[in-house]
């Protein structure tokens, strides 16, 4: 298994990609920022690819005779309910590209402009433009480091679900803090969405990537209360290092909540699948699971290194351990940095980070590092960030 | 070069496609129904999915560190500039999967429920559905064999221009007909719009695929006045043969007329260009003319074959050449057939057309027939449906 990961990556097939993660920066900076990594894809997913490109078969996909929105629909359902028990009804899952659609789509069919829509903040980015962008108010959940993690407050939760709440969107496990929430927090969630009639919109991307002493819970798989008045967007391409395939879905918890979507938005505007998308989310749901439960040995272990060499050699830098993702989020305001703590480590240490300020308004002093990279090659980005501040 | 084209594809590698051409029916079918051509794909494409595949490149796209959509569209624009005489501005060309998705799109962003939408009829039923599923009211300009080609009659268009319309769309070249549209019709089609203040959106998905004789004009590039109120839509998924790639444009004729679809429909919600689809359409529109030049040859020897046999062997079969597109529309009211013409070729031919009346109401005497395929493979279709007939 090992030889298949980033051990067998050299640096220089690295900077030969054309993603995202090793095109944003020259060659003097290691990338640490958007949420790639660097391992290769899982074998049944390079099987899938291959046997697609010989067969040169680029149609309209109808694998064995059967809709490939279908297929998609039946292996979520069941990968649902094989390992977060939760068993959506695949009559009511929707292909489309990526969450980022389904977040805006949502945000469309069940809101109106002036509405507001409460986010767990610091936020994915992409979830605070899908209501601001779309003009709707961005009611702010604020996580607080309680000195054992990141918290938010039900009686904060309450006072924003009173001000003219229509939606909640909960990210779930949590990017950039890396929490997965318990089912004591879910419930205060789920509630509050109950008392208040709010739609609740749950990203589950990260479900795959948690960590030893945590569980993933599906919010929708709660309570058959939380489920009607839900839609649960996911995908493979988070946890199967696959994004740039463009294949997710959308799980309505009710038949009455799909139609009142599709009035809106046809779900046909969404897209269908693409042939390279489907096949390997196919593969990566039904026969990735060894190959990721190896990649988690590996990022656990990053995590650890993450953790304890920045306690140890950066006190000033505040780190949670996070429970899920290969995302941490580094607090240095201890640091009393001159500029924003991404421009620091980008200029002083040539290592690109996630700029605080993007997840949440005042973060300038907070970075996001995505650790999913070889040992060897995190240890040089720890190794020049420490330096970094060692010379500066 | 003809050793890329269909000799060299077995039909037992045809039939190990999962594509709805080659699984929709069974082994004792031979397709010619859904507009897929039966031809490998083009060298440079090729090369393209490889790289992706051997870089094992999946991530965020950012070839050589530029936005995938950017790419796309200025590829695009210089395409139209080069080929059809039309400079679109790559600013105001987005990307998405489908051109179905910018259909239903347009519609909802240009028009409200119970607005009149002109469509040239018989139309690709996508077309139509985007009207109707959207609750717009379907205006039928219908197409008229005149004796020597289908078109419109202009008294016709004014009329339903007159009956609350809000928007013409224009598919040309012309799916199921072939019909490349002269400028003097495209003019009449752009006059009017002007007159009632039409927004025209316009599929030109086949412009690449026109025979000796024929032009395609783009209809945005005829007159400034047409462009600032059309969407023209494309995409090299037809003409190259890659529709499960899923990877489109729409190209606005004018700022203002993104901004106004923006507000009801962010573009986010189409969704991302996907790698491959992404990397195959580059690939195709930059270095595919060669590979496109030759396949053209292929086409009209098929086109001219079916015309010729069917004429002289089935004269109650009426068959205009198309002018453009890889599917001829026949209109077999005179074989007085007891079933659907479909249903009636697909049971005693064991040949799988496209049925008439999901093209037209009340056009289930008519089949759409895809002769992009082998030689051979033609031959067999014709046999089949000529001895059906003499079977009778």
Same mark, same amino acid.
């Given at each position: 298994?090992?030889?298949?990961? +980033? ?12 993603? *995202? ?8 900076? /290691? ?5 790639? @990594? ?57 292909? @489309?590209?990526?969450? +980022? ?33 779309? =003009?709707?108010?961005?009611?702010? #959940? ?18 924003? %679900?009173?001000?003219? =709440?229509? #939606? ?12 997965? &929430? ?20 749950? *990203?589950?991307?990260? %479900?795959?990537? +948690? ?19 839900? +839609? ?12 740039? #395939? ?63 060499? /920045?306690?140890?050699?950066?006190? %000033? ?41 993007? &997840? ?11 650790? %999913? ?20």
């Amino acid at each position: 298994m090992t030889d298949e990961l +980033v051990p067998g990556r050299e640096l220089a097939a690295l900077r030969a990609l054309q993603s *995202d993660k090793w095109r944003r920066f020259g060659p003097d900076v /290691l990338p640490a920022h958007v949420a790639e @990594m660097d391992y290769p894809v899982a074998a049944p997913i390079r099987a899938a690819l291959a046997g697609r490109i010989s067969r040169q078969d680029y149609g309209y996909p109808l694998p064995g005779g059967r809709d490939g929105g279908r297929l998609l629909a039946e292996a979520f359902a069941q990968r649902m309910a094989d390992r977060f028990d939760w068993s959506p009804d695949p009559a009511l899952v929707i292909p @489309m590209g990526d969450l +980022v659609q389904g977040l805006y789509a949502c945000v469309l069919a069940f809101s109106d402009p002036g509405d507001g829509v409460i986010v767990l903040m610091p936020s994915y980015p992409k979830i605070r433009e899908a209501v601001t962008a779309n =003009a709707r108010r961005l009611l702010a #959940l604020t996580l607080r480091d309680d000195g054992e993690r990141f918290a938010f407050d039900p009686a904060e939760l309450e006072a924003l %679900a009173s001000d003219r =709440a229509r #939606l909640l969107i909960i990210c779930n496990p949590h990017n950039p803090t890396g929490r997965v &929430f318990s089912r004591a927090e879910l419930r205060a969630l789920g509630e509050c969405a109950e008392r208040h009639n709010l739609i609740v919109l749950v *990203d589950e991307v990260h %479900a795959d990537l +948690v960590y030893t002493g945590a569980r993933h819970l599906s919010f929708a798989g709660l309570d058959p209360a939380f489920a009607v008045r839900s +839609v649960t967007l996911n995908s493979a391409t988070k946890s199967f290092n696959i994004p740039g #395939l463009r294949c997710a879905v959308a799980a309505f918890g009710d038949r009455a909540l799909l139609q009142r979507f599709s009035q809106r938005i046809p779900p046909r505007v969404l897209g269908d699948p693409n042939v390279f998308g489907l096949d390997a989310t196919l593969a990566a749901w039904q026969d990735g699971q060894p190959w990721l439960a190896a990649v988690l040995t590996e990022l656990e272990a990053a995590r650890d290194r993450v953790v304890t060499v /920045l306690r140890a050699a950066a006190p %000033a830098i505040r780190i949670r351990a996070p429970e899920a993702t290969y995302l941490a989020w580094l607090d240095c305001s201890g640091l009393e940095l001159p500029v924003t703590a991404s421009d620091y480590f980008l200029r002083a240490a040539g290592v690109a980070l996630s700029p605080g300020q993007a &997840f949440i308004p005042g973060g300038s002093a907070c970075v996001r590092l995505n650790f %999913a990279t070889s040992p060897t090659l995190l240890e040089h980005i720890l190794q020049r960030m420490l330096d970094a501040l060692t010379r500066g």
